[in-house]
């Protein structure tokens, strides 16, 4: 009997040790499954950006990239037309997102909230992300402070700028593309005066412009002024006091008294500009290459038989091509310290952006799914055209979100069967060879901040005047002279002093 009870004892301590073990063990698994729920816990952070089309994005692409990165992402969208008015309110409130979207002249007006602190600088962080530390440093130049790298770019290609021109113009009048500034003056009188559509009337012009002196800031690189600013007698001095300028001024004045331009062109916008090539007015417009696609499919449902092409190699004087470099990206994203509050939170924020700039992530951002929304041919990403109206209601809302570029992130160039198009594309690639850089891009200049508007209308005023025979270079010269009274030498103080202490 002692016997039994003993083994009844026993049964029972053994019992309880086993059911102290297996609630061990229970306790041990439930803690493993909440760390590792933890740790599997998507990193859930806000965004603000730009929207460019009509109505707020399918969720389809932002699920696929959330499951990607196990992230959770709220984003805010603001109208393209809105967005800087709505970005200013949220600073002044206090209540920006985690990463924003930010363009060049409010990057500009932040850049005191940046050196008090509260935006991460974000360079020492890239060299830890394997993609991040791919973006060109000389991009990265053009975004410094003090510098200092606060901000990720969405890369733009460095020169888009050329001739679109009417080749059947050209060919009808035996002329070929111009290599050099009387080449594309000749072909400016020829579209003027020799009758290129063959209907008998004096109503073509060679070049179609527009305000805010784009074209002629073209004609200024060729004829080998600097881009905006440049370095002479060992400072930096604005263009206009090159004496290039007053080259360019000569030059164009000239396309103005012989009636090869549209004289109202200070005062003509953008559409009335591309109208006059499309319509037969015009036979050539300078500006960015890739527009010929587009103005291609307007003009032909006018002109059954137009004809476009794109070049961009015009030698200035001295023999040279040259092309004025904008900085390279088209805009910024920021993490403000107000809503990012730790190194790892922004760390983990990162590491969303380093997946953006894997081919496979860039590509599924900029182009959606392949067999879907585009196909690969030679080696390029095309629309399928029948489900365009997927892609622009499921996919091109992102494009804000892309960093880097082709060359940094592995997206698909585009494919182009209409031939001009597709030779832009090869010659903004062989811009790069002949960049005119501004070097006052990475610099800033408060005076210059505060009176922008100010200044630069003295200078464009006495320009257009002076294309226009309202004033001769005396008057010019007068016009510099009160920039440099209303604020201006104070610029080149200001820019001098910041560039000779980074050289």
């Known amino acids: 009997m002692r016997n039994g009870k003993w083994f009844v004892c026993i049964l029972i301590a053994f019992t309880m040790l086993l059911s102290a073990c297996q609630g061990e063990r229970a306790s041990e698994t439930n803690n493993k499954e909440s760390i590792d729920k933890q740790e599997n816990k998507p990193t859930e952070f806000s965004l603000m950006f730009n929207l460019h089309v009509p109505e707020v994005p399918d969720k389809r692409l932002q699920t696929m990239l959330e499951e990607a990165t196990n992230t959770k992402l709220n984003i805010q969208w603001i109208p393209d037309n809105t967005y800087?008015?709505?970005?200013?309110?949220?600073?002044a409130t206090g209540s920006l997102p985690q990463v924003f979207l930010i363009k060049t002249v409010t990057f500009e007006q932040q850049k005191g909230a940046i050196r008090d602190?509260?935006?991460?600088?974000?360079?020492?962080?890239?060299?830890?992300?394997?993609n991040l530390s791919k973006l060109k440093q000389e991009i990265l130049n053009n975004t410094l402070v003090d510098g200092k790298l606060y901000s990720l770019y969405a890369g733009r290609p460095l020169s888009r700028q050329g001739l679109i021109y009417r080749k059947d113009w050209a060919d009808k009048l035996g002329l070929s593309a111009p290599t050099n500034l009387d080449e594309l003056y000749e072909m400016m009188r020829a579209f003027t005066e020799d009758d290129p559509d063959g209907n008998g009337v004096k109503d073509t012009i060679g070049l179609t412009d527009r305000g805010i002196l784009g074209t002629f800031n073209n004609f200024l690189t060729w004829h080998g002024a600097p881009n905006e600013?440049?370095?002479?007698?060992?400072?930096?001095?604005?263009?206009?006091?090159?004496?290039?300028?007053?080259?360019?001024?000569?030059?164009?004045?000239?396309?103005?008294?012989?009636?090869?331009?549209?004289?109202?062109?200070?005062?003509?916008?953008?559409?009335?500009?591309?109208?006059?090539?499309?319509?037969?007015?015009?036979?050539?417009?300078?500006?960015?290459?890739?527009?010929?696609i587009t103005l291609y499919e307007d003009a032909k449902t006018i002109n059954p038989d137009i004809e476009f092409d794109v070049h961009h190699y015009i030698e200035g004087p001295e023999g040279e091509y040259r092309t004025r470099s904008i900085p390279g990206y088209g805009s910024l994203l920021m993490f403000p310290k107000s809503a990012v509050?730790?190194?790892?939170?922004?760390?983990?924020?990162?590491?969303?952006?380093?997946?953006?700039?894997?081919?496979?992530?860039?590509?599924?951002?900029?182009?959606?799914?392949?067999?879907?929304?585009?196909?690969?041919?030679?080696?390029?990403?095309?629309?399928?055209?029948?489900?365009?109206?997927a892609y622009d209601r499921e996919i091109r809302p992102y494009t804000p979100f892309e960093i880097g570029e082709p060359e940094t992130n592995g997206r698909y160039d585009g494919y182009f069967e209409y031939e001009?198009?597709?030779?832009?594309?090869?010659?903004?690639?062989?811009?790069?060879?002949?960049?005119?850089?501004?070097?006052?891009?990475?610099?800033?200049?408060?005076?210059?901040?505060?009176?922008?508007?100010?200044?630069?209308?003295?200078?464009?005023?006495?320009?257009?005047?002076?294309?226009?025979?309202?004033?001769?270079?005396?008057?010019?010269?007068?016009?510099?002279?009160?920039?440099?009274?209303?604020?201006?030498?104070?610029?080149?103080?200001?820019?001098?002093?910041?560039?000779?202490?980074?050289?």
């Open 341 to 389: 509050k730790t190194e790892e939170e922004l760390k983990s924020i990162l590491a969303f952006f380093d997946y953006l700039m894997t081919p496979e992530g860039s590509n599924l951002l900029y182009w959606g799914i392949e067999g879907e929304h585009y196909e690969v041919i030679d080696g390029k990403a095309s629309i399928i055209q029948e489900n365009l109206t």
């Open 117 to 130: 602190g509260q935006y991460w600088e974000i360079g020492p962080y890239l060299d830890e992300f394997e």
């Open 229 to 292: 600013w440049g370095e002479k007698d060992g400072q930096l001095l604005p263009e206009f006091m090159f004496p290039e300028y007053k080259d360019t001024l000569t030059y164009f004045k000239k396309l103005f008294d012989n009636g090869y331009i549209n004289t109202d062109a200070p005062v003509t916008s953008k559409t009335d500009q591309q109208a006059m090539l499309k319509n037969g007015t015009a036979g050539i417009y300078i500006g960015t290459m890739g527009d010929v």
């Open 420 to 503: 001009p198009r597709a030779k832009a594309d090869e010659l903004y690639k062989d811009n790069d060879n002949y960049l005119v850089h501004n070097p006052t891009v990475p610099l800033d200049s408060e005076t210059f901040t505060t009176y922008s508007e100010r200044l630069t209308q003295i200078i464009e005023d006495a320009t257009y005047k002076y294309l226009l025979g309202q004033t001769d270079e005396a008057g010019f010269d007068a016009a510099v002279e009160n920039w440099l009274k209303q604020g201006g030498s104070k610029v080149i103080e200001e820019y001098n002093e910041q560039y000779k202490a980074l050289k």
């Open 84 to 91: 800087e008015e709505r970005l200013n309110a949220t600073i």
